[in-house]
């Protein structure tokens, strides 16, 4: 099993920006996909950003030309940089990996790092 544990969350001001980290330690198949979601107390878990094995990448809507996504093979790391923040990309930041078709129960998670964005 994959361990997964994410780093970086803060509190920041509208307007800021802070860059998260997941570190993944344990077999990561080539094929992975890798992402991050973000979810608030009660609301439904939102996918913010994907990569793929290839590179490639994608946002939600809301993010895209503000947040970009990043890894580092040699590092078993994910990054997402989050640029001109506003109050609702505040929420628990989670990242996650498996197979790119795969239910979201089969891969595996982090914990999570908060992310407060003030106006």
């Known amino acids: 099993q994959v361990q997964v544990v994410e780093s970086g969350g803060g509190s920041v001001q509208a307007g800021g920006s802070l860059r998260l980290s997941c570190v993944f330690s344990?077999?990561?198949?080539?094929?992975?996909?890798m992402s991050w979601f973000r979810q608030e107390p009660g609301q439904r878990r939102e996918g913010v950003a994907n990569?793929?094995?290839?590179?490639?990448?994608t946002y939600v809507e809301s993010v895209k030309g503000r947040f970009t996504i990043s890894k580092d093979n040699t590092k078993n790391t994910l990054y997402l940089q989050m640029n001109n923040l506003k109050p609702e990309d505040t929420g628990m930041y989670l990242c996650?990996?498996?197979?790119?078709?795969?239910?979201?129960?089969?891969?595996?998670w982090g914990q999570g790092t908060q992310v407060t964005v003030s106006s």
């Open positions: 990569i793929d094995s290839d590179g490639t990448t």
């Open positions: 344990g077999y990561i198949r080539a094929n992975y996909c």
């Open positions: 996650a990996t498996g197979r790119c078709n795969g239910a979201a129960s089969s891969w595996s």
